[in-house]
């Protein structure tokens, strides 16, 4: 679907190496990447937590990733209003989580998800500046989508890294678009919009079509033989039911060559895309995401990092690159004090009776089980500009605790570590991915270049007691 594109892309210029979508990274390059951080108060002052031994790995790379899911502002002094619209609840944090996120160790933050608009232009303006501030870079949102899609470049000892970063999971509003004549550009994320279909056996489809004949709007006859389109959705015949996606080729044209333009002035690219389809009920992808991860490392991504669905997906290396589906929930924080009235109005409560507190309490049972607090960050090594290593060290974001003091990650204890390990292994078995388990340690092994220059001990820190 993708391959006539990269194609494309992929011509000849006429100079030099221009195309070339190798890695260039010096030997020991490493990158740390993590999933979602909803983070709304600084931790890295929190001694109890247990998370001291995490920003020691954080910190010990030379590009550290992560999703903010999270706007960075002083409601006092704020401007903006929360809006109509918003990616489930109105994800806030105070300007001290600009230096927090320093401390911990990132320095580059996809910024393309579903929370991005949740304070409209203001909030994405104040989150940028309040990063840019403290020399953390980002990419994903812009006042065009020139700007939202465009790679942003990190400066390291060992290489440039370049990051684009887009959304397959976004509201509607929230969408950049780009100037045409007159009418100016408009301020919003990359995203990479899908076409969802139904996928139904042929009985069911023949049934779909006398409910929709029945109806007094019906119009049959103008649609394929073996499709169906039925209050507003579309479904379409096939051997198992199931949510189909089809990328939109216009926007999937523009993320690739994104990608490869911030290849051909990088040494090393992270794509990284934000979906939870086909749901965060699910552990498999959905169906258009491989073809289209493929494309984005044939297009030049040295890596591709998924997040979204709020729990593990399973980890593929193509062509010697990595592709993690999604990483899960880093930092799950629901100490949030502030919330927009409409999502008091959506939970049928009242914000002069309520607390904040007491909405969250009900929105959070959307994620039951502690599979949506166990999560893992992966240390990428290279040598000789080849994957040479990937650890995987499992984290637990207190599923047990109370409100107030869940989701801030520590590194599991051994029992736990090495059933989230299992749980990844057995998610990444499809793609021919083995993970073998090293001392409470997820460890891929690609090839015996050069020396691991991690201790494992730091697998012996584990959780403080509550």
């Given at each position: 679907?993708?391959?006539?594109?990269?194609?494309?892309?992929?011509?000849?210029?006429?100079?030099?190496?221009?195309?070339?979508?190798?890695?260039?990274v010096?030997?020991?390059?490493?990158?740390?990447?993590?999933?979602?951080?909803?983070?709304?108060?600084?931790?890295?002052?929190?001694?109890?937590?247990?998370?001291?031994?995490?920003?020691?790995?954080?910190?010990?790379?030379?590009?550290?990733?992560?999703?903010l899911?999270?706007?960075?502002?002083?409601i006092?002094?704020?401007t903006?209003?929360?809006?109509?619209?918003?990616?489930?609840?109105?994800h806030?944090?105070?300007?001290?989580?600009?230096?927090?996120?320093?401390?911990m160790?990132?320095?580059?933050?996809?910024?393309?998800?579903?929370?991005s608009?949740?304070?409209?232009?203001?909030?994405?303006?104040?989150?940028?500046?309040?990063?840019?501030q403290?020399?953390i870079?980002?990419?994903?949102?812009?006042?065009?989508?020139?700007?939202?899609?465009?790679?942003?470049?990190?400066?390291?000892?060992?290489?440039?890294?370049?990051?684009v970063?887009?959304?397959?999971?976004?509201?509607?509003?929230?969408?950049?678009?780009?100037?045409?004549?007159?009418?100016?550009?408009?301020?919003?994320?990359?995203?990479?919009?899908?076409?969802?279909?139904?996928?139904?056996?042929?009985?069911?489809?023949q049934?779909?079509?006398?409910i929709?004949?029945?109806?007094?709007d019906?119009?049959?006859?103008?649609?394929?033989?073996?499709?169906?389109?039925?209050?507003?959705?579309?479904?379409?015949?096939?051997?198992?039911?199931?949510?189909?996606?089809?990328?939109?080729?216009?926007?999937?044209?523009?993320?690739?060559?994104?990608?490869r333009?911030?290849?051909?002035?990088?040494?090393?690219?992270?794509a990284?895309?934000?979906?939870?389809?086909?749901?965060?009920w699910?552990?498999?992808?959905?169906?258009?995401?491989?073809?289209?991860a493929?494309?984005?490392i044939?297009?030049?991504?040295?890596?591709?990092?998924g997040h979204?669905?709020?729990?593990?997906?399973?980890?593929?290396?193509?062509?010697?690159?990595?592709?993690?589906?999604?990483?899960?929930?880093?930092?799950f924080?629901?100490?949030?004090?502030?919330?927009?009235?409409d999502?008091?109005?959506?939970?049928?409560?009242?914000?002069?009776?309520?607390t904040?507190a007491?909405?969250?309490?009900?929105?959070?049972?959307?994620?039951?089980?502690?599979?949506?607090y166990?999560?893992?960050?992966?240390?990428?090594?290279?040598?000789?500009?080849?994957?040479?290593?990937?650890?995987?060290?499992?984290?637990e974001?207190?599923?047990?605790?109370r409100?107030?003091?869940?989701?801030?990650?520590?590194?599991?204890?051994?029992?736990?570590?090495?059933?989230?390990?299992?749980?990844?292994?057995?998610?990444?078995?499809?793609?021919g991915?083995?993970?073998t388990?090293?001392?409470?340690?997820?460890?891929?092994?690609?090839?015996?270049?050069?020396?691991?220059?991690?201790?494992?001990?730091?697998g012996?820190?584990?959780?403080?007691?509550?």
């Amino acid at each position: 679907m993708y391959q006539q594109g990269v194609d494309v892309l992929m011509r000849d210029e006429g100079f030099d190496n221009v195309g070339s979508t190798a890695t260039n990274v010096a030997d020991g390059f490493t990158i740390v990447a993590v999933g979602d951080l909803m983070v709304r108060r600084p931790v890295t002052k929190n001694r109890t937590a247990g998370f001291g031994p995490i920003a020691e790995i954080l910190r010990d790379a030379d590009a550290t990733f992560g999703n903010l899911e999270t706007n960075i502002f002083d409601i006092r002094a704020f401007t903006g209003s929360p809006q109509a619209e918003h990616g489930g609840s109105y994800h806030v944090g105070p300007p001290e989580l600009g230096p927090d996120l320093k401390a911990m160790g990132f320095n580059v933050l996809a910024r393309a998800n579903n929370h991005s608009f949740d304070w409209g232009v203001e909030g994405m303006r104040e989150t940028s500046r309040v990063l840019d501030q403290n020399g953390i870079i980002h990419a994903g949102v812009g006042d065009n989508l020139a700007q939202a899609g465009a790679a942003r470049y990190l400066e390291t000892a060992r290489g440039r890294v370049a990051l684009v970063s887009f959304a397959a999971t976004f509201t509607p509003m929230s969408r950049a678009c780009d100037q045409a004549g007159e009418a100016p550009g408009r301020p919003g994320l990359a995203a990479l919009r899908l076409a969802n279909s139904i996928v139904v056996s042929p009985e069911m489809i023949q049934d779909l079509k006398r409910i929709r004949d029945a109806l007094p709007d019906s119009m049959p006859g103008r649609e394929d033989q073996d499709q169906v389109v039925l209050a507003g959705a579309t479904y379409k015949t096939g051997d198992q039911v199931k949510y189909s996606f089809r990328a939109d080729p216009r926007d999937a044209a523009d993320i690739l060559r994104n990608v490869r333009q911030g290849k051909q002035f990088s040494d090393f690219l992270i794509a990284t895309n934000h979906g939870h389809e086909p749901g965060n009920w699910s552990q498999e992808l959905p169906d258009y995401e491989q073809s289209f991860a493929h494309a984005l490392i044939d297009a030049g991504a040295d890596a591709y990092v998924g997040h979204g669905p709020h729990q593990l997906r399973g980890i593929e290396i193509y062509k010697g690159r990595p592709i993690f589906y999604s990483l899960g929930n880093f930092i799950f924080d629901n100490l949030q004090t502030v919330e927009g009235a409409d999502y008091f109005d959506e939970f049928g409560m009242n914000p002069k009776v309520d607390t904040v507190a007491d909405l969250l309490v009900e929105a959070m049972k959307e994620f039951p089980g502690a599979v949506y607090y166990e999560s893992i960050i992966t240390v990428s090594r290279f040598e000789q500009n080849q994957l040479a290593e990937l650890r995987l060290y499992p984290v637990e974001l207190g599923y047990s605790k109370r409100l107030a003091n869940r989701g801030v990650p520590c590194l599991a204890p051994m029992p736990q570590a090495e059933a989230i390990l299992r749980r990844l292994q057995k998610l990444s078995k499809p793609f021919g991915t083995e993970i073998t388990i090293e001392n409470g340690v997820g460890v891929i092994r690609l090839n015996t270049v050069g020396t691991n220059s991690r201790d494992d001990a730091a697998g012996s820190h584990v959780c403080a007691a509550d």
